[in-house]
């Protein structure tokens, strides 16, 4: 069965780092893209970016470039979504997912973790 | 960035109604537009690909159609369980933008 785990919530401080992570089982873990999607309180969804773990290739929404890094542990099946200095406005609820088809991002996410909440706040 | 517009962003409707979602695209996305469903609580599941590709598993009253700016999500006899918000997003080109969500409430 294709499962994909979140990281647990997070309540951190403005200015601070933090790093959630999304592990993936029962697949190749290089073979499919992991996108993250972020959902701020009673808000859409907004695209962050996507990774390729084969060959680390990512991409980023112009909005979330420079804010956050994406990067994937391949030794242990996992994605990582990282800040280096948090701001009350990544208050939010973050996503990763596995793309629908092999080696392909183009037709959506179809395997989603339980989300990590992300909370900062002084 | 590709613009996702859907409409209504809220609609009322009983069980049993037929429901239309639109989602119009600021430029050209071929069929790489997806529809998920997102329930209060819950992550996104995704419901249809290349604009009218149904999931495995997903009922056969959901249809998708459109091509290049235009797409519709339609829900032939709505059931309890499809009250939701559906979004639509664009994968033909970074980055793959979401639309705003139609949230579906019982009347």
């Known amino acids: 069965e294709v499962q994909v785990v979140q990281s647990g919530p997070e309540v951190k401080k403005p200015g601070e780092s933090l790093r959630i992570s999304c592990k993936v089982s029962?697949?190749?873990?290089?073979?499919?893209?992991i996108g993250w999607v972020r959902q701020m309180p009673g808000k859409g969804l907004e695209w962050v970016g996507i990774?390729?773990?084969?060959?680390?290739?990512?991409r980023y929404s112009p909005s979330f470039q420079g804010q956050v890094t994406i990067s994937v542990d391949k030794s242990f099946n996992t994605a990582y979504l990282q800040w280096s200095r948090l701001r009350a406005s990544d208050t939010a609820m973050y996503y990763c997912a596995r793309s629908a088809v092999f080696s392909n991002p183009h037709y959506g996410m179809d395997v989603w973790g339980q989300g990590t909440a992300v909370t900062v706040s002084s | 960035d590709i613009q996702l517009t859907q409409s209504p962003s809220f609609l009322s409707a009983s069980v049993g109604n037929r429901v239309t979602i639109t989602c119009r695209a600021s430029?050209?996305?071929?069929?790489?537009l997806t529809w998920y469903q997102q329930k209060p609580g819950k992550a996104p599941k995704l419901l249809i690909s290349?604009?009218?590709t149904l999931q495995s598993g997903v009922p056969s009253r959901f249809s998708g159609s459109g091509s290049g700016t235009e797409f519709t999500l339609i829900i032939s006899g709505l059931q309890p369980e499809d009250f939701a918000t559906y979004y639509c997003q664009q994968l033909n080109s970074y980055p793959f933008t979401f639309g705003g969500g139609t949230k579906v409430e019982i009347k």
């Open positions: 990774i390729y773990p084969a060959d680390s290739d990512t």
């Open positions: 430029q050209g996305v071929g069929s790489f």
């Open positions: 290349a604009a009218s």
């Open positions: 029962g697949y190749s873990f290089t073979t499919y893209w």
